[in-house]
């Protein structure tokens, strides 16, 4: 059975910083593309960021320079560093897994997908 688990969520002061993980099982977790989505109170679903099977990385524009997404094949794990968080950054935030690295934005073609941890940035 698939299982994608994130952690790491809470409570961040504007500036401050937040790392989730997102421990994955029951697929061949080496052989996908791992996306962080977010879905902001009352908005739709947003794309963050994505790695590749092979590790190539890409970021949303509002997230550049300070979002850093990795992963550990060895641990099956997803990591998102946030840092110089804003309050714009407040959302539920979901780890994702699907074959096809070129195909961020499409919901449709992801396979497997966490129950999400929530980020509230406020002061």
């Known amino acids: 059975q698939v299982h994608l688990v994130e952690s790491g969520g809470g409570l961040a002061q504007p500036g401050g910083s937040l790392r989730l993980s997102c421990a994955a099982s029951?697929?061949?977790?080496?052989?996908?593309?791992l996306s962080w989505a977010r879905q902001p109170p009352g908005k739709g679903l947003e794309w963050v960021s994505g790695?590749?099977?092979?590790?190539?990385?890409y970021y949303t524009d509002s997230v550049k320079g300070r979002f850093t997404i990795s992963r550990d094949n060895a641990k099956n794990e997803l990591y998102l560093q946030m840092n110089s968080l804003k309050p714009e950054d407040t959302a539920l935030y979901l780890c994702?897994?699907?074959?096809?690295?070129?195909?961020?934005?499409?919901?449709?073609?992801?396979?497997?997908w966490g129950q999400g941890t929530q980020v509230t940035v406020s002061s």
């Open positions: 790695i590749t099977s092979e590790g190539d990385t």
């Open positions: 994702a897994a699907l074959r096809d690295g070129n195909s961020w934005h499409q919901w449709v073609l992801y396979d497997y």
């Open positions: 029951g697929f061949t977790f080496s052989s996908y593309a």
